[in-house]
């Protein structure tokens, strides 16, 4: 669809305005923008969706039934005037007139630019880059991590800053869309009832990606994501529904779990084997970064037991039950697994819920978090000492606050040696504006949590061989548009000596 508007713009002069109008191509079916992501030492998945009516109700964006043709060019410059890679491509129907081009043939460590061409229009073009390959440091990286993006909450500001960052990978860790109904009162409100049924979540993908900090954040770099549980409904479990609200049957449950599936894998840049089969899908993987580092990506939804004692926060003997686990066995094992190849300087777990310990005094933990699972933290925290694991550094998102920690082989004893470190983004704009408050909240008995944070942004890691910089970066509110960002705290990483330094 092209719609051609008379659009008066206004050009500030030196006295007053100068009133200019001109004619712009307003629509098209690039509205949800492009992305990239999983950049491999010669390939990367480039995304887009044909939506020229992006929240139309049966969750097809305004298309056609028939597929449709759509070109995508890659080139080492900005112009396009020299091609390294171009096809054309299939947007199906059936598939929301979405693509995962897999673009091959490009060289290690290198920067491309990319774009897409369908129905006479061409999209606006993304830049993105390949890893380093395998017997290779490269160059140092900045990597950004983010996770929790409610568009109730706030303006995806954040978002735009991370843009601005020009970084060269951004780890997403959940949380992309939430599941909710409208709810009044917000800075912005989500459009149609709890989304249930694939046309919903289509539609729900639409709306977010309508934004253009949004757009800009996935056209700055290639992503990494993985879903938690607003992806699908709050705190799901595997095949298990923490509460039953809205009441679904167990057969209506699967369907929501494979519409969401679905849903998201049509609108994240993710590589084919991970489309989803049915009701399950692939997400937990390795991405190596040459000899500087490997990305451990975990699903800590799919394969998980229940919340101990019926979820919440609990004080819960069950939760040290030994045959319960987060990722489930399987994960564990391939995580671990991972760990021994000792490919890269750093072990970088890219995951959802808190890691570290924070039992209150009396005992009262997180049941949705690792502290809900603490068997399977230890047998991944043993499993990464006995297998002599240099520097494991995990990442995580789902709690809209930062924190910094330092991982200890005992939570509970505060001589028990430091094994590892765990960096917590705050969220994109869920729990609203926050404080600029940067200390442990009062009664936090845990002193191997070394920072805390209640603004909204994300943090920016620069990884180089010795040493990993983490500045956490927090817009000053979501509540207005085009907030400033500024560095809350800065962590230096060491190699080989695990834990947090404040610098
Ligand atoms: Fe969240
Ligand atoms: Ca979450």
Known sequence: ?????????????????????????????????????????DSVVLWTRLAPVPLAADGHGGMPRADVAVEWQVSPDASFRQLVASGTA??????AHTVHVVAGGLRPDFEYHYRFRAQGHLSPAG?????????????????????????????????????????????HLGDYIYE????????????????LTLADY??????????????????????????????????????????????????????????AFRAYYEHLPLRPRSAPAGN???????????????????????FRDPQACGGGSKKCADADRPGRSLPGLAQEKWLLDGLAQHRGAWDLIGQQVFFAGQ????????????????????RI??????????????????????????????????????????????????????????????????????FYSDRRGYVRTTITPAQITADFRGVDAVSRPDAAVRTLASFALRDGRPGVNRL
């Open 1 to 41: 669809m092209v719609t051609c508007v008379k659009r008066r713009t206004f050009v500030l002069g030196g006295v007053g305005a100068v009133v200019l109008p001109r004619h712009r191509v307003v629509a098209g079916p690039f509205t949800l923008g492009v992305a990239s992501g999983e950049p491999d030492p």
């Open 90 to 95: 299939t947007a199906r129907h059936d598939e």
């Open 127 to 171: 830049r993105t880059r390949t890893a380093p390959p395998p017997a290779a440091a490269g160059r140092d990286l900045t990597m950004l991590f983010a996770s929790c993006a409610n568009f109730e909450a706030g303006y995806f500001t954040a978002y735009r800053r991370m843009a601005e960052e020009r970084a060269g990978l951004i780890l």
């Open 180 to 195: 909710g109904v409208a709810k009044p009162g917000h800075v912005r409100q989500h459009l149609g009832p709890e989304i």
């Open 202 to 259: 289509r539609r729900r993908y639409g709306q977010y990606k309508v934004d253009p900090d949004l757009q800009a954040a996935h056209a700055s770099a290639p992503w990494l994501v993985v879903p938690d549980d607003h992806d699908v409904e709050d705190d799901w479990a595997g095949m298990h529904r923490l509460d039953n609200l809205p009441p679904l049957s167990a057969a209506q449950w699967v369907q929501r779990r494979t519409a």
């Open 280 to 302: 399950a899908m692939q997400l937990y993987r390795r991405v190596p970064w040459g000899r500087l580092a490997t990305f451990h990506m975990l699903d800590t939804r799919q």
């Open 359 to 378: 039992l209150n005094a009396a005992g009262v933990g997180n049941m949705d978090a690792w502290d809900g699972y603490r068997a399977s933290r230890d």
């Open 381 to 450: 925290q043993r499993g990464w000492v006995q297998r002599g694991v240099r520097n494991p550094v995990v990442l995580t998102g789902d709690i809209h606050t930062g924190w910094a920690n330092d991982l200890k082989a005992d939570y509970t004893d505060p001589r028990s040696p430091v094994v590892g470190t765990e960096l917590v983004c705050t969220s994109i704009t869920s729990r609203g504006d926050g404080t600029a408050k940067t200390s442990i909240p009062a009664g936090d008995v845990n002193p191997h949590l070394r």
